[in-house]
T-cell receptor
């Protein structure tokens, strides 16, 4: 496809369950980013990948959050033992290069933890 | 601490009037600054960016922004607002991570712009 895609678009899960969110970046984009957008809040930067490596993971909220990227393309964000405060829209973006390049955002995954 | 601030949650402007959406930042080193727009029920879209060079940058849909280093600001402007400009606007900055291991990206909390017909 032409843009960044994310799946699922919506996810409802019970507290304590693990969830996996997927992001397919624009083909050829080497940089990939994950953000979290809570109701009434701005975007919270979580992590970015340059290629398959994540230079800085300090933005992840807790050790329940992890992310990986394989083949320089698809990325997954995993949240273990979900909590209600994890409920948010999780946005993925990609760009040609990290830093200078404008980011192209996907439609997001709305996560609801009950 | 590195951050971006959008001091106004809401901006209202009459159609045809000039608009300004404010943004200030606090980062170490030279900032890379961006504006994004989020239309209702649509994803975030890039508007414009400042990396280096001319302090006045022009972007999509007739928007422009001026980088002011002394005031650490990057306000978004448009000479004549349209009703279709009504949306949520986010200012963003790229900064070096505190550990110097890579980049971090800070977004403001967003400003809701309403253009009144």
């Amino acid at each position: 496809g032409a843009g960044v895609s994310q799946s699922p678009s919506n996810k409802v899960t019970e507290k304590g369950k693990d969830v996996e969110l997927r992001c397919d970046p624009i083909s050829g984009h080497t940089a990939l980013y994950w953000y979290r957008q809570s109701l009434g809040q701005g975007l919270e930067f979580l992590i970015y990948f340059q290629g398959n490596s994540a230079p800085d993971k300090s933005g992840l909220p807790s050790d329940r959050f992890s992310a990986e990227r394989t083949g320089g393309s698809v990325s997954t964000l995993t949240i273990q033992r979900t909590q209600q405060e994890d409920s948010a829209v999780y946005l993925c973006a990609s760009s040609l290069s990290s830093g200078k390049g404008e980011q192209y955002f996907g439609p997001g995954t709305r996560l609801t933890v009950t | 601490a590195q951050s971006v601030a959008q001091p106004e949650d809401q901006v209202n402007v009459a159609e045809g009037n000039p608009l300004t959406v404010k943004c200030t930042y606090s980062v170490s080193g030279n900032p890379y600054l961006f504006w994004y727009v989020q239309y209702p029920n649509r994803g975030l879209q890039f508007l414009l960016k400042y990396i280096t060079g001319d302090n006045l940058v022009k972007g999509s849909y007739g928007f422009e922004a001026e980088f002011n280093k002394s005031q650490t600001s990057f306000h978004l402007k448009k000479p004549s607002a349209l009703v279709s400009d009504s949306a949520l606007y986010f200012c963003a900055v790229r900064a070096q991570s505190p550990s110097n291991t890579g980049n971090q990206f800070y977004f403001g909390t967003g400003t809701s712009l309403t253009v009144i017909p």
